[in-house]
Structures are given as C-alpha cells and as structure tokens.
C-alpha cells in the first residue's frame, strides 16, 4: 500500500463502513435500507479500483461477489446480445482465489490497492496451466500447451493480491501473423467494440479494451509492440499506458520483438492505470532489459495532481503524424484534437505548434523496423515453443506453426481469415546479421534520438500531443478525447468490422522520452479531471451488461 492513496482511500472505508455496517448484519432490511445499500454499491460499468477497494474494506460486498458479478457480465455480453468476444477463457480458480484473499483481508488486511480486485489479462500473457487457463495468442496451436512459468506481470498481480479473472481475447499472435482483421483470432472469434455494433475494437490488445471499456473486469492488462494497446484505448475510450520497453517484464510474455513489446493498463481512469503500473512495473531477473529502469519504481498514484499541466510545455509534431493522407485518420479526429489543445492553454500549458520530429519523414517512409520485427520474431517464436512442457498440437517451431494453420483451415483460416504474410515474412530470415544490426541501430536513431528526444530538446518540450489513432512511440498514455459523431460515413474496416462508425471514441496520445512515465501520468490526469470525456458518451445500450454486485448479493 502507498501512502497516497492509502490516506484516500482509508477515507472512504470509514465513512462506508460506518453509515452500512449495522444495517447489512441486520436480517431483513426496510426498503429506505435496500434502497441506500443499492445506492452506495459501486456501478461496475464505471467502477473504479478505489471505489471497488473501499466497499471490500467497509463488508459491503466480497471479492467472491465481485468475481461472481464480473463472470455474469462477460456470460451476457461476451457470446450472445452484441457478441463482444472479448474474453476467450475465464478462470476455473477465480472464485476459490477470491475466497481466500476475502479471508485474509478479515485475517491481516489488504496487501495493496488491488488485493481482491478482478483483472483479465492479455492471452498472451502466460497463467500457469496449474490454475486451468490456456496462453494461446488466440492460437489453436496453442491449445492446451503447458508454459514453464507464469509471466513476470502476473507474479507481480498476484503478490498485490489481484485475481486473475480471465484471458482476453486478441489480434491472433498480436497482430504479427499477416493481413487480417483488428481483434480476431482463432480462438476468440472477432472481438468487437461496444460503442457501435460490429465497430473494429482495433488491436491487438481488442479483448482486453472492450472488456475495461464495459466493465467485465476491474482493470486488463495489454501488450504492445507497436500500437496495441494505445489504438484500442483510443476506440474504446479508455486510458492505455504504453511504458517504456523494460519499465515491465515481459518474461512469459508471447513474443514479437524483445526490442519493442510492452506490457501495460487498459482502464476507465489515469489514477486506476497509476495504480496498476506501480504494480506491474519494476525489475524483473527474467527479463534483463528491466534491469536497466531507474530505481525505485516510483508510485505513479504520487502523479495525479489536476494542477499538473500548469507552466508544462506541450509541442505538436504535426508533420506526418498529423498528416491524414499519411495516417488515414478521418478528417474530424483533427478537428476535436485543436479543441484538446485550448484546454491544454487553459490549464495553463503552453503549447509549442508545430514541433516536428526531424527525423519524421525518414520514419514514416523506413521498413527497417520490419527487418528487426521479422528477425526477432522468428527466433523469439521458436524459442516459446521449444520451452513448453508440453504441446498437444505438437507445434515446436514457426515453421511448423505455418503448416499447422494451413493444415487446419476450420480453426485457423476460415474464408477472408487465411493471411499468414508476417509469418512467412519472418520464416524467411536468416538470424542475426549487418542488415539486421543497422536496421535496430536507425529504430533508435530515428525514433529515439534523432525523433522524440531531438523534438523535446529543441523545443525545450516536457512532452509531445498527437490525436489519435495516429503513429506510435515511446512511451505514450492514451485517453479519452471525444466521438464520431452521427453523420459520420461508416467505413469497412474487415469482413466483420467497420470504422470509422457514430460514437466510436477517439483519443489523445501524451508522448514522451524514456521513463517519463511519472509526468504523462500527471499530465493526463490533469487534462482527465478537467474535461472527463469518458463519461461523455457510453456503449450501445445492447452492449451494457446489465448485472451489479445488488443482483449477486441480494439476488434481486
Ligand atoms: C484450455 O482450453 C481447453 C478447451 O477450451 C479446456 O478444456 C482446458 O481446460 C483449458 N485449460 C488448460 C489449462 O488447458
Ligand atoms: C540481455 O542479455 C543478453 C544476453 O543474455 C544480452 O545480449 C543483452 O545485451 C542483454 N540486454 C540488456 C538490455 O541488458
Ligand atoms: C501529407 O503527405 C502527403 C503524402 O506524403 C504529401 O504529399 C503532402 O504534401 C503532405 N501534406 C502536408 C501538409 O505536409
Ligand atoms: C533502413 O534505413 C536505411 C537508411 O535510411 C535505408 O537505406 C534502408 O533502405 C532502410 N531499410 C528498409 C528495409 O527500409
Ligand atoms: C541478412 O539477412 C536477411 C534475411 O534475414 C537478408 O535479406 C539480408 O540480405 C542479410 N544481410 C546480409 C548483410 O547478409
Ligand atoms: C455532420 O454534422 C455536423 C453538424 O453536427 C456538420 O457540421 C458536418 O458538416 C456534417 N458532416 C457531414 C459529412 O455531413
Ligand atoms: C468466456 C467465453 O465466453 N469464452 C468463449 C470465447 O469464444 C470461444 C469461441 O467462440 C468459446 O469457445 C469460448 O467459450
């Protein structure tokens, strides 16, 4: 527990426990009682971590009850009604795990903020088998493997006390199997977003936005390589921390690219993101690039003061970023983003328009960063396959996985689902080479570098603000902006899918140079506070599960 929020949220406990206590040990309750009871129970729809983490403290309801709410939600929405799809297994030993943290709260009290709270993460994220979930990537080659540990993140969540509710599902193999459609994968089907029927949820970290988007968990984990978790905040009006490479460990994490993948929140708010990357971020002996972070870890909840944007210098790097012809964004995602920056003067930013990258031409127009992506998959790929225990689909390499889709078209390629292009792309390379070490040394030099340094530097920036879905960096935090609004032309996005679509949301991207991670934090709860857009517009009705903990409680 750090202090911060542990002063807050000691706060509320007291003033919960004392108005409901008496009244909940009481065997029949008068009607003015229900009433209050159902009124001080949090909506899970919105709920944030320090609301579900005062009402455990206060008996107003248990993680058993949570975990047994949260289920019910995904059972409405997740197959049936909208077919969100957006959760691909759910734990078996969810229920008993919420049992035993209940338990020790009453015993020795809670280890964290997230001591009993619900997460579903990414299904690329490895759980042991032991606790009767697959890791597939949305993969049937995947099926049933046996991973020989849990992920580095996980070990963290669970020593804070989080339950692991669920996988989530995903762009099958993250997004790095070929042309296929944001959110599908084998397993799960095509994930879809809730905020218009059949709209692209983007990916590859779909399941786990649209699930944190409706609330079928408290908070989800995501990962990203190159945009998979800030593209589906920005569809899904959430916040999405997108950390610095080596900021969390991605040991047990199916990899892309050690050089680019990330583990990060997908939530409601900037304080419930704050909250889970102080609990996920830190070293880890199983992935040597966390051992290069600074030390301590800071507390990011420590970030979230409204006054944060005050005296900051915020520049705009509109030259191909910002160019529609280069990003594809509809003409209407610039014109919500220029009010973005009146509110960011008007917290008392100033803002430096344009400042450009100088290497942002070079960027947009370079493939080497698909040279080290193709290269590191491949070996990165057999190497996650030769360390299972076990297969039964007998996968033991890249190769084999290309045969096994191909043999097995029913699973893995149904009609308009049959693209393997990355996967082939990378079969093809060779290992470690020149080519492959100057592709890895311009990445840096022109993202990095020559990019987002060279820009804060000579614009004497404490940050960069772009609109999205736009291109990506690191690190970056994404969160609410705005809408499509009703006239907008709906667009295909895949053979299931469309976008852009009415009411899809849109997002803004606080960008900056590593480990800067504590000052977007503090940025964007600023901006968050002042204009709290989320809450400006919410899913289809069709999509919005309709149980709350008072149905699981009270069954009523
Ligand atoms: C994996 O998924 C299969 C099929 O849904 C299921 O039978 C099995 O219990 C799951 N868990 C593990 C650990 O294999
Ligand atoms: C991690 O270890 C490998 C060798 O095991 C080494 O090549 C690499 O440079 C290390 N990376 C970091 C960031 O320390
Ligand atoms: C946007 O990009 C296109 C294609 O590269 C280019 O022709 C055009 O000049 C750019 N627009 C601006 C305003 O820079
Ligand atoms: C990588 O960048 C170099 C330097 O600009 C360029 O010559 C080369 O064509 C790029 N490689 C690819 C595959 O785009
Ligand atoms: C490095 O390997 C790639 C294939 O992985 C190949 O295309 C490239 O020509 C090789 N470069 C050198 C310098 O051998
Ligand atoms: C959509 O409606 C807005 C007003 O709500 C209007 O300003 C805009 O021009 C319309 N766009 C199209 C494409 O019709
Ligand atoms: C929890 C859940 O609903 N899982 C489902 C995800 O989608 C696959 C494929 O449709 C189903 O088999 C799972 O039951």
Redesign the pocket.
Known sequence: MRAWSFACFLALVTLQAAVYSAQLSAGSLSNEQRIAIRQSLPDLYEASVVELQAGLESGLFTSVDLVNAYLAR??EV??QGPLL?A????SPSALAQAAALDAERLATGPRSLLHGIPVLVKDNIATLASEGMNTTAGSYSLLGSVVPAEAGVITKLQAAGAIIL?KA?LSEFAHFRGNLASGWSG???QCTNAYFPHADPCGSSAGSAVAASVGLAAVTLGTETDGSITCPANQNNLVGIKPTVGLTSRAGVIPISEHQDTVGPLTRSVADAAIVLSVIAGPDANDNFTLAQPSPVPDYTAALNGNALANVRIGVPRAVFMNDTITGNDPYVNEVFEAALEVMRALGATVVDPADLPSAEAIAASGNETVVLDTDFKIQLNAWYAGLLANPSGVRSLAELIAFDDANPALEEPPQYTSQSDFIAAEATTGFNATYYAALEYDYEMGRTNGIDAALEMYNLDALILPAPGMTTVPAGKFPLGFYPENVTIGLAGPETVYPAPGVPIGLSFLGTAWSEFALVSYAYAYEQYTHTRLARRAYAEAIPTTQLWDIIYGM
């Not at 959760?87 to 759910?90: D, R, S």
């Open positions: 995904i059972e997740n197959l799809r959760v691909i297994e759910t669920g599902n397993r799960g089907g």
